[in-house]
């Protein structure tokens, strides 16, 4: 079993910056794939970014080269720096991890509010 706790949302102006956060523990999290992925209200959830565990990223294109994603292997942590933040970016961030144990099985976190707004 995995879990993954998120810190970081909140409140910022247009233009702001913003540092998510999400620690994962439990079995084959250190080797799982890790991201963000984001849902604003009556919408689908979608990926924001993504990590291997051995460092390959990938990006949704409305947050390539404002966003950057990156993880601390030794702390099971993966990291979502956002900034030139617009007010589309307001959603609901959700953690997510991908294991490959004995099944593929993915895990979401409880959700982190990012809320832009001048």
């Known amino acids: 079993q995995v879990q993954l706790v998120e810190s970081g949302g909140g409140l910022v102006q247009p233009g702001g910056s913003l540092r998510l956060s999400c620690v994962g523990s439990g079995s084959y999290i250190s080797s799982s794939t890790m991201g963000w992925y984001r849902q604003r209200p009556g919408e689908e959830r979608v990926l924001v970014a993504g990590?291997?565990?051995?460092?390959?990223?990938v990006y949704g294109d409305s947050v390539k080269g404002r966003f950057a994603i990156s993880r601390d292997n030794a702390k099971n942590t993966v990291y979502l720096q956002m900034n030139s933040l617009k007010l589309e970016d307001t959603a609901v961030y959700y953690c997510?991890?991908?294991?490959?144990?004995?099944?593929?099985?993915?895990?979401w976190g409880q959700g982190t509010q990012v809320t832009v707004e001048s």
């Open positions: 990590i291997t565990d051995y460092g390959t990223t």
């Open positions: 997510h991890a991908l294991t490959y144990g004995t099944s593929r099985t993915e895990y």
